[in-house]
């Protein structure tokens, strides 16, 4: 079988992808600028700046091309139009891990898979780009993963977080932003079933139930520090606002499915498996 290539692998979520996959499948995988991938045999070194994806797929030939991709609008732009040609020249598919931000606009109730994108954030607009990119691939050829904000022992936000709480410094909430949430470990195995059982299409890869930003903090600092934390509570406007993808059409079997109780757990508990 042809390899699955993890383009962004040594990035948070890249990375994490690659150890779940890994055990399973050829797996590639790029890095940018982290030095500590140089000696593994299956990263390669991606600058997109110096046209190096072109040469990359012709090597790679991957059979799955998962996109972890961080670069300028326009990189990513020009980057995922190369990738949709190679794509639908090949016998080959792309996973795009995309944003809920994508739906960051004011909403008043979560979204779902085929609800129409609006963002006002430059960061919703390319995800939302490049999403029309892909779907002008046939059906078949794509998934389209949109994410929510995701958690884990070492994720960045989370680090970020401790830094704070060792320092004394106020954490920026926000009390009316209703979001969902996952953890790096529950999605990998999510991605993980979306490419073993061949699916297709656009997939809302979050928690069930829905939380306030403020409170999902809060409760995350308590259980990792056994203690309250500063906030600065940041309020966008007089309303609720949601920030939340909820499936309707894709939904992932039962034993998939998570809470943010489950998130918080995945943060707070030690992890005993051992990494690959």
Same mark, same amino acid.
């Given at each position: 079988?042809?390899?699955?290539?993890?383009?962004?692998?040594?990035?948070?979520?890249?990375?994490?992808?690659?150890? /779940?996959?890994?055990?399973?499948?050829?797996?590639?995988?790029?890095?940018?600028?982290?030095?500590?991938? *140089?000696?593994?045999?299956?990263?390669?070194?991606?600058?997109?700046?110096?046209? /190096?994806?072109?040469?990359?797929? =012709?090597?790679?030939?991957?059979?799955?091309?998962?996109?972890?991709?961080?670069?300028?609008?326009?990189?990513?732009?020009?980057?995922?139009?190369?990738?949709?040609?190679?794509?639908?020249?090949?016998?080959?598919?792309?996973?795009?891990?995309?944003?809920?931000?994508?739906?960051?606009?004011? *909403?008043?109730?979560?979204?779902? /898979?085929?609800?129409?994108?609006?963002?006002?954030?430059?960061?919703?607009?390319?995800?939302?780009?490049?999403?029309?990119?892909?779907?002008?691939?046939?059906?078949?050829?794509?998934?389209?993963?949109?994410?929510?904000?995701?958690?884990?022992?070492?994720?960045?936000?989370?680090?970020?977080?401790?830094?704070?709480?060792?320092?004394?410094?106020?954490?920026?909430?926000?009390?009316?932003?209703?979001?969902?949430?996952?953890?790096?470990?529950?999605?990998?195995?999510?991605?993980?079933?979306?490419?073993?059982?061949?699916?297709?299409?656009?997939?809302?890869?979050?928690?069930?139930?829905?939380?306030?930003?403020?409170?999902?903090?809060?409760?995350?600092?308590?259980?990792?520090?056994?203690?309250?934390? =500063?906030?600065?509570?940041?309020?966008?406007?007089?309303?609720?606002?949601?920030?939340?993808?909820?499936?309707?059409?894709?939904?992932?079997?039962?034993?998939?499915?998570?809470?943010?109780?489950?998130?918080?757990?995945?943060?707070?508990?030690?992890?005993?498996?051992?990494?690959?």
């Amino acid at each position: 079988m042809k390899p699955i290539l993890i383009l962004g692998g040594s990035g948070f979520i890249g990375h994490t992808l690659y150890k /779940e996959l890994a055990p399973f499948f050829e797996v590639k995988a790029t890095y940018y600028t982290a030095k500590g991938f *140089r000696k593994n045999q299956n990263f390669y070194p991606l600058d997109l700046e110096n046209e /190096e994806l072109s040469a990359l797929l =012709r090597e790679v030939k991957p059979k799955l091309i998962i996109s972890a991709l961080r670069s300028d609008f326009d990189t990513q732009i020009d980057a995922h139009n190369l990738l949709c040609d190679y794509v639908k020249k090949h016998n080959s598919r792309i996973l795009f891990l995309s944003s809920a931000n994508v739906f960051d606009t004011f *909403r008043h109730y979560p979204s779902y /898979e085929y609800d129409k994108t609006f963002s006002e954030s430059v960061y919703g607009k390319i995800k939302i780009k490049i999403e029309n990119q892909i779907m002008r691939l046939p059906i078949g050829k794509y998934v389209i993963a949109r994410l929510p904000m995701i958690f884990g022992k070492q994720a960045p936000r989370v680090v970020a977080f401790d830094k704070a709480i060792v320092a004394g410094a106020p954490i920026e909430v926000f009390p009316n932003t209703i979001i969902n949430v996952n953890s790096d470990s529950r999605l990998s195995q999510q991605i993980h079933y979306i490419i073993n059982q061949k699916k297709t299409g656009i997939y809302h890869l979050g928690s069930s139930d829905l939380i306030s930003h403020y409170e999902f903090v809060q409760l995350l600092i308590n259980g990792r520090h056994k203690k309250a934390g =500063r906030f600065k509570q940041v309020f966008t406007s007089n309303q609720m606002r949601y920030l939340a993808t909820l499936p309707k059409e894709n939904k992932l079997p039962n034993h998939l499915l998570l809470s943010y109780s489950d998130v918080l757990n995945d943060c707070t508990i030690l992890n005993t498996k051992k990494p690959l």
